[in-house]
């Protein structure tokens, strides 16, 4: 159905002589192939299940799961959280 202001169909609105295309889609081209991602090693923080942690934000903590570099922490008054290794530090050596 047209109107005065434009045209409704199937594909949505156009305005009437409108030959306006989506554009086509970026491709990216890696040349020397794909990169592997390993897990960096934290020998300075070797944060397991039961150690005690500081967080600037949400205070001390308990660390009840590890993944990789991500903690779940149960923290004493913010409740459980999933934070980044880098975020925390041991209880011991908060300042």
Do not use: N, W
Request: net charge positive.
């Amino acid at each position: 159905m047209c109107g005065r202001d434009g045209c409704y169909g199937a594909g949505g609105f156009q305005f009437r002589g409108s030959t306006r295309q989506a554009p086509a889609p970026k491709t990216i081209t890696l040349d020397q192939g794909a990169y592997a991602v390993a897990p960096r090693p934290r020998p300075d923080a070797p944060f397991a299940k039961g150690a005690r942690v500081f967080h600037q934000k949400f205070g001390y903590g308990t660390v009840v799961g590890v993944s990789e570099d991500k903690l779940e922490i149960d923290f004493d008054h913010s409740g459980s959280k999933k934070v980044m290794d880098s975020f925390v530090v041991p209880a011991d050596k908060a300042g």
